[in-house]
């Protein structure tokens, strides 16, 4: 479930992946019934707003897709419990002394979902295909920084980097893709996008479109057959249809808005029957400029929206305080995050006075502003089925009305979103989140060489120093380097603003109490998904 | 002189309905407040207040506050500018076009008037919501877009009824004295017929006015419909949904002026109906 290295777009709060735990403000009901014993059998439903997009996890950018592929793949390192790097799929692994060689000594006897046997050919196939040109995947960057790659013997692998390359242990966290069935055929075309045949604790059994993906245990997994039978993904689009599901037993598991939290969630019944837990997400939410649109060229008048915007606002309004404000891509606490970093708080005055700097006034006296002759206007998109985003919007479309911009919101329905608006380049500003990785590597989002189609920084994002500070900081070793490189980043981003970062909210998760095993952890819930258990006498399905 | 005989009569039979009256009362207050909505609201429509948001209805907020802690009564009238303004607008559309096409189709007949209502046909098979849906959809979220979308899906039951007078009407004596006279066409279709045509108009052109505020609501409700943050009586139901469970006042008000509005129109409707025709006698 814990991908290394790779940042998603996320639709709502992911269910599973990785959410590091403040253990001061995360809490865990104790279980009010005891633990019972431990039992095989019973299935889980989960709610998500989103359906996937490919279950190829090369080809996804999404987090729906990432929440079931997580669970039928694996990789050869993942993240433990404490965001610690560990061995999936490798045993064990070798760096050599200069840090450039990896050697990956595989796990014997992992068989794929279709009875081949996982080989090192498995892991050559998948970095072959990830650095092919021909590959539509936004995950390609890290493979390409391997000088070589090779497979001695069916359960070696070793790499070769040419130059220090920090994340590159984490990068090896890429799902593994099965040789056997794809290579010499056309990734893109493969079954698998829907029908995917992976390692992983579950076997992928059926898609219905639009309604479920329903995953069944495998019995021969490695780390021993997991105790819940059947993972049962349900895609009901709105929260609070979803929210009435759960109460109703329809699903087992979902995360909840902040309001369901606070004000729906304390009666006794709900406590017996759920447990909820929170936490800081793993993910931040922010406004991303379209830097190709003239109108936001100006850091002025992207520093002027910053401060016409008030974060703490929104936390308060839309996350009833459950979240912190960003100030930049990391999450507050982490080693790379900067503390001394503030970017502008709320002063309209301020916004007010940079945009007149920039030459937007308020000519013809109608509250909006004018340069040569435009009105100051742009359309937010965000994605349905995200109330908070639709909410933060509102929120920033009445601020920036108080300073005389005019904005349009637009929601649109995920699909559409990524592939005709963000993958085309083809708006002014979205509401969206990113997930935040362990390794603070944001090359992919950031660096100007990622602004393709289907790549990362979609909004054109191009400063020749925080391309020198990405490529300085990923390739050293040194902690205290990378540190720096990162902490000026933060600093230079702050005043660039090509986002308005907005917040890190606490994911919440609500899962019925009749799962036990359940330990939240810096790394959130589901990092020992496989140990949940529902005790013979309570299972219902 | 016979005008305003026929009128007179219309206006005591209508005057005696109490329930019609009721409607045409209601009606004219909601405009009235519509109208006034910026001096009789104490809040701004959009105005924010997220340190007080989902208030129960106190002295400050008699219907409450909704999520983002704006006024919802204000939100309800000014919402109920949105449902007038579909309501005639879209009505205004359909009724032209519909009268039109029907005045046309009924006064030629032949193969004009086979293939017009063929097109009414094909049109009636549409199930109208979702070819909304779906043409709302290629379209940028607009509420004049809504409008129009609304009227040009709403003609058919027009266009039909005054062909169906019209084909009658034709036929008089008076029609085949005007024709005698030399009148041209356009002359006797607009100037003799269409007059005569009219009452059944007003009476599906009322109901109709009732159909469009429901079905902007139920587009708002969707969340396609009129963009934030305009209020509308859809969207407000729409974000009082996820949380209705506790604060019943988002739900219930907007609900509530839905429900008044469009029964107002239906007796007002009704009430024209019973008065226009001359069988029914009390």
Redesign the interface.
């Known amino acids: 479930m814990n991908r290394g290295g790779i940042a998603f777009l996320v639709m709502v709060l992911p269910l599973l992946l990785l959410a590091a735990c403040d253990r001061e403000r995360g809490s865990s009901p104790p279980p009010r019934k005891g633990p019972g014993m431990p039992a095989y059998g019973d299935a889980i439903v989960a709610g998500s707003i989103g359906e996937p997009s490919t279950l190829i996890p090369i080809l996804a950018t999404d987090s729906a897709s990432s929440d079931i592929s997580g669970l039928v793949y694996n990789g050869l390192v993942r993240y433990d419990k404490n965001l610690q790097l560990e061995g999936d799929l490798a045993e064990r692994w070798d760096i050599s002394r200069d840090g450039l060689t990896i050697t990956f000594h595989l796990r014997r006897g992992v068989t794929w979902h279709d009875g081949g046997e996982f080989t090192s050919r498995d892991v050559l196939y998948t970095y072959r295909v990830t650095i092919d040109p021909k590959t539509p995947t936004a995950y390609a960057d890290s493979f390409r920084q391997v000088l070589k790659a090779e497979a001695p013997d069916d359960y070696t692998f070793r790499v070769t980097y040419a130059r220090p390359f920090a994340p590159a242990l984490e990068s090896w966290g890429m799902p593994v893709l099965p040789a056997h069935l794809l290579e010499g055929k056309d990734i893109t075309k493969s079954p698998l996008s829907r029908n995917p045949v992976g390692t992983g604790p579950y076997i992928f059994r059926q898609w219905v479109a639009g309604q479920r993906v329903v995953l069944e245990s495998n019995p021969n997994y490695y780390e021993g057959r997991p105790y819940i039978g059947r993972y049962i993904y349900k895609i009901i689009p709105d ?2 249809t979803m ?1 009435m599901e759960l109460k109703a037993g329809g699903i087992d598991q979902m995360g909840i ?1 902040p ?1 369901q939290y606070q ?2 969630t304390g009666t006794a019944k709900f406590a017996s029957k759920f447990n909820k837990y929170r936490y800081p997400a793993a993910a931040y939410t922010y406004l991303a400029y379209n830097l190709r649109n003239p109108l936001f060229a100006d850091k002025r008048v992207r520093q002027a929206l910053t401060s016409a915007i008030n974060k703490k ?2 936390i ?3 996350l009833l305080g459950m979240g912190q404000v960003a100030h930049g891509p990391f999450k507050p606490g982490t080693w790379a995050y900067n503390p001394d970093v503030r970017d502008f708080d709320y002063n309209p005055q301020r916004a007010q006075a940079l945009l007149a700097e920039a030459g937007w006034r308020d000519r013809n006296r109608d509250g909006i502003l004018v340069k040569n002759g435009k009105p100051f206007q742009f359309t937010i998109l965000t994605n ?1 089925g995200n ?1 908070q985003r ?2 933060s ?3 920033i ?2 601020r920036l ?1 108080a300073i005389g911009i005019d904005v ?4 649109i329905e995920w699909a559409s979103f990524l592939s005709q608006f963000i993958d085309k380049g083809n708006f002014d500003a979205v509401l969206l989140a990113w997930t935040i990785t362990p390794d603070p590597d944001i090359f992919d989002i950031w660096h100007s060489s990622k602004t393709g189609p289907k790549e990362f920084n979609f909004i054109r994002y191009m400063n020749p120093e925080v391309d020198r500070l990405l490529e300085q900081g990923r390739s050293t070793f040194d902690m205290d380097e990378r540190k720096r490189c990162y902490f000026r980043l933060q600093e230079i981003m702050a005043e660039d603003q090509p986002y308005t970062f907005l917040y890190v909210p606490d994911a919440l998760p609500v899962v019925s109490a009749r799962f036990r095993g359940i330990e939240p952890a810096p790394a959130g819930i589901g990092h020992n998904f496989i140990k949940w258990y529902v005790p013979k006498e309570e299972q219902v399905y | 002189m016979r005008n305003s005989f026929f009128r007179q009569v219309f206006w005591n039979r209508f005057r005696a309905n109490r329930f019609a009256m009721a409607g045409a009362l209601l009606i004219v207050a909601l405009f009235l407040v519509s109208l006034l909505a910026p001096f009789i609201t104490p809040y701004g429509p959009d105005e924010l207040d997220l340190y007080h948001v989902l208030m129960p209805p106190s002295a400050a907020h008699w219907f409450g506050t909704d999520d983002l802690g704006r006024d919802v009564l204000t939100r309800v009238i000014y919402g109920a500018r949105i449902s007038l303004k579909v309501g005639f607008v879209a009505v205004g559309i359909a009724v032209a076009i519909g009268t039109v096409i029907g005045l046309v189709s009924g006064y030629y007949s032949g193969h004009l008037d086979n293939i017009l209502m063929r097109v009414v046909d094909i049109m009636l098979c549409f199930p109208t919501f979702f070819l909304i849906l779906a043409v709302i959809a290629f379209l940028e979220q607009s509420i004049w877009y809504i409008m129009i979308i609304i009227g040009l899906t709403g003609w058919m039951g027009v266009a039909r009824l005054v062909r169906a007078e019209v084909l009658s009407l034709r036929e008089r004596d008076y029609v085949m004295a005007v024709r005698a006279l030399g009148a041209c066409d356009a002359r006797i279709i607009f100037r003799h017929i269409l007059p005569n045509a009219l009452s059944p108009v007003l009476v599906s052109a009322t109901l109709g006015v009732a159909g469009a505020i429901l079905t902007e609501s139920a587009l708002s409700f969707l969340g396609i419909g009129v963009p934030p943050p305009t209020p509308s009586w859809g969207n407000i139901l729409t974000a009082g949904k996820e949380y209705i469970e506790f604060a019943w006042w988002l739900t219930l008000y907007p609900g509530l002026a839905i429900t008044v509005t469009v029964l107002a129109y239906y007796l007002v409707g009704e009430g024209i109906r019973d008065a226009l025709d001359p069988r029914l006698q009390r």
Do not use: T
């Open positions: 929260s609070s929210y808005s309001i004000r729906q606002e929104i308060h309004g839309v349905q109330d639709l909410k919007a509102v929120i479309q009445y009305k349009k919101i637009r929601v």
